[in-house]
């Protein structure tokens, strides 16, 4: 069974915080107690705390990293949503394209996770959710560059997961596993997937849950946001 703690008093930041499925952790986790931190190039909306932070930059991530904890005291969750996507054939992505989508997707989580480890240690607990999608277990044609990036956050959080359990820190990714409304998938979903999706605050119960984890409970898992919600019997009334 998992071994869950209050998120009452916890601190958590989530990149990718403005809209979409950030937005839904973001909301989902201050609503269950959490102190909040959001950050993204776009203006963030309360209850979360806005920190404008452009995730390609090493420097200004390290910066904001280490703001948000001397005005918080610590950070005890993660959530790595932020994600950019680009569709083409193998021989038509541009290099430059490349590099967005792995700094984006992939480098900036571990910008992110270098700079909270050091004091989720000292605490010897934390729960870090690194945001994946069907591409981090399969590929498709067109997501390409998208696909290696995913299947790189996943490897580097299986890697984290072993490497942190022994301080008390859970590790996991969360993929939507159901047509999620956002403003990337409105570029990418076709008739049958938009026929389908949902509002990412249905998917909101599924962050609080892994927030509460630590490496005694759930860690080291892929794990499907809807198939968690349904499970915990919180799908909402118009889910």
């Known amino acids: 069974m998992s071994r869950t703690r209050s998120l009452e008093g916890q601190v958590a930041v989530v990149t990718g915080a403005a809209r979409g499925i950030g937005r839904a952790a973001a909301v989902a986790l201050a609503e269950a107690g959490a102190s ?4 993204d190039r776009l203006p963030i909306a309360s209850p979360v705390r806005a920190w404008p932070t452009d995730l390609r930059d090493a420097a200004l991530v390290a910066e904001t990293m280490a703001a948000i ?19 083409a054939e193998v021989e038509d992505m541009a290099v430059e394209t490349f590099d ?37 277990v399969r590929g ?9 990036s995913k299947h790189g956050l996943e490897g580097f959080s299986l890697a984290l997961a072993d490497e942190l359990s022994p301080f008390g820190i859970a590790v996991n990714t969360l993929a939507p596993g159901h047509p999620v409304r956002t403003a990337m998938s409105e570029t990418t979903y076709g008739p049958a997937e938009r026929a389908a999706w949902i509002d990412p605050a249905a998917l909101g119960p599924a962050f609080v849950h892994l927030a509460a984890q630590d490496a005694g409970g759930t860690t080291g898992k892929h794990i499907r946001a ?5 499970e915990l019997g919180l799908v909402p009334a118009n889910g």
């Open 100 to 136: 967005l989508i792995h700094a984006v997707n992939l480098r900036a989580a571990f910008l992110t996770v270098r700079a909270v480890v050091p004091g989720m240690k000292k605490r010897r607990q934390g729960s870090i959710i690194n945001v994946s999608s069907n591409a981090g």
């Open 69 to 87: 904890e001397a005005a918080a005291g610590r950070i005890d969750i993660l959530v790595n949503n932020a994600g950019v996507i680009a569709l």
């Open 140 to 148: 498709r044609r067109l997501e390409s560059v998208y696909t290696a």
């Open 36 to 39: 909040v931190h959001g950050i």
């Open 226 to 230: 809807w198939d968690l919600v349904q």
